[in-house]
Each structure stands twice: as structure tokens, then as C-alpha cells.
């Protein structure tokens, strides 16, 4: 999925999933960014050997502000994860198996 991010000029950063939102000020030693829901369909997928994949568009940094900046960002986010997604189906991409 780097040549999506090259394409549509966002950059690949970590993932992680917590139980949560994230909200203390702890600086992650590497750019990262936070998605909860991820983890479980990622895991049920691999328990029965179903391909899966995402594309995610971040709209907050984890913090304290974490929910005002989600808040604010939500909407553009969404809309360019949908435009990337638009994009990776039509240039024929399509999930290793």
C-alpha cells in the first residue's frame, strides 16, 4: 500500500490498537497513530484465513486533545480515506491472498 500513500501524498505511519482512546501526553518514540476497531477484524480474519486490509485516514494526533482534534477533523479524514479508497479499486488493486 506504499505506492496508495505515495500517490495520494500521505505517508505510512504505525498503527497501534489499543482498548481505547489515548489520552495522556506521552509522545510515541516513532510516528504513530491509534485504530481500536482494527485489531479485532484483523484477528477474526486471520483466525479463519480471510485477506483484510484498511485504509485509514488520521484525523487526530493521540493526546489529550485527542477527542476536540477528532472532533474538528472527522469529516476530512473520512472523505479522503474514501477518496484513497476510490482510488486503490480503481487502479485494480486489489488484498494479497
Not at 19 to 24: A, S
Not at 29 to 48: D, I, L, Y
Request: hydrophobic share 50%.
Amino acid at each position: 500500500m506504499r505506492w496508495l500513500a505515495r500517490t495520494t501524498g500521505a505517508r505510512p505511519v504505525v498503527c497501534a490498537c489499543s482498548e481505547g482512546v489515548t489520552v495522556v501526553d506521552t509522545p510515541p518514540t516513532q510516528e504513530a497513530v491509534e485504530h481500536m476497531e482494527c485489531f479485532a477484524v484483523f484477528r477474526a480474519c486471520s483466525m479463519v484465513g480471510v485477506p483484510a486490509g484498511a485504509i485509514l485516514a488520521v484525523a487526530n494526533a493521540i493526546g489529550p486533545d485527542a477527542r476536540a482534534e477528532w472532533r474538528a477533523n472527522h469529516v476530512e479524514a473520512e472523505a479522503a480515506a474514501v477518496r484513497a479508497v476510490g482510488l486503490a479499486l480503481s487502479s485494480g488493486w486489489r488484498l494479497p491472498t
